[in-house]
């Protein structure tokens, strides 16, 4: 597989779960990956999906849902008509006192089974469907009923397991197995917003900067430099759509020390400008 990025997704820890509604999806995110639980509704389009190690067609409607850290993409060669809803919720979600109890034991399960990525060929076209659809209308304490529903209703919906018994998503994200990456992607979560020298981290893991960035590479598939950025521009994206600060002050408090080449490398990344993507995510985010 190609390289990938790793994403932030704007869920704050005080979001039960939250809906990106996209009526005008462009289908130009490259493979990526993140630390979240996320659900895929994609309407009106037709093209290739790619989860973990399998590459495959999909139909006018695809309904699919990934685990923490599963790379994913859906590419399309049409442009306009395409319609996307993604839920996406935290994996700290296993750890809520209520998934432990007996009624939710199928939703756990499904919980623990999406970690390999699953399709539900016969959902998309029914009520999953539609009640998908309707929770981005919902507001208040039944959105939470919802989101639980469409759980459930996924937990007892027939399945297809996506990536193959040989793939092994620790040889993708592979900080876990390995306690200096570990080390270091602490220490960049940790101290994203200062000056951050690369010199700095290899000292870190007691390695030269030259076998260092050899090492990073081989591990995370990314570069430091990239790695690091992508860290910065994600919690940017947060603070676009969480907060009114201007984007000069978010450039700094990310760790930029030039909103130019913020500007730039954030429009890399994302596509778009960052005041381009604070419009966007405005009128496409809703938390929960």
């Not at 005080?14 to 639980?37: R, T």
């Not at 993409?73 to 998934?99: M, N, R, Y």
Request: aromatic share 10%; glycine share 4%; proline share 3%.
């Amino acid at each position: 597989m190609k390289d990938f990025q790793k994403e932030i997704t704007p869920i704050a820890d005080d979001d039960l779960f939250i809906v990106l509604n996209h009526p005008n999806a462009k289908f130009d995110y490259p493979v990526h990956y993140h630390p979240d639980y996320e659900i895929n509704l994609v309407l009106n389009a037709s093209g290739t999906r790619v989860v973990g190690d399998m590459e495959e067609e999909f139909g006018k409607v695809d309904l699919v849902m990934t685990g923490p850290n599963l790379p994913h993409a859906w590419k399309s060669d049409s442009t306009e008509g395409h319609h996307v809803i993604t839920i996406q919720f935290s994996e700290k979600i296993l750890d809520f006192p209520l998934l432990k109890k007996r009624l939710f034991s199928s939703i756990r399960e499904l919980l623990l089974e999406s970690r390999r990525g699953l399709s539900f060929p016969q959902a998309g076209n029914g009520p999953l469907s539609e009640k998908i659809i309707r929770l981005t209308r919902l507001q208040g304490f039944q959105t939470a009923l919802e989101f639980f529903a469409i759980l459930y209703d996924l937990s007892i919906s027939s399945r297809q397991v996506l990536v193959s018994s040989q793939y092994d998503q620790n040889t993708i994200v592979s900080s876990a197995k390995s306690r200096r990456i570990e080390k270091v992607c602490e220490y960049i979560d940790a101290h994203f917003e200062e000056a951050i020298k690369l010199a700095d981290v290899a000292a870190l893991v007691n390695m030269s900067e030259s076998a260092f960035s050899h090492f990073f590479k081989k591990k995370t598939s990314c570069s430091f430099i990239d790695y690091l950025n992508n860290v910065r521009i994600g919690r940017a994206a947060t603070m676009l759509a969480d907060t009114t600060q201007s984007i000069t002050e978010i450039c700094y408090a990310c760790g930029f020390n030039n909103a130019s080449n913020f500007i730039r490398i954030f429009k890399k990344i994302k596509n778009m400008t960052p005041s381009e993507y604070r419009v966007y995510i405005q009128h496409m985010l809703i938390k929960y």
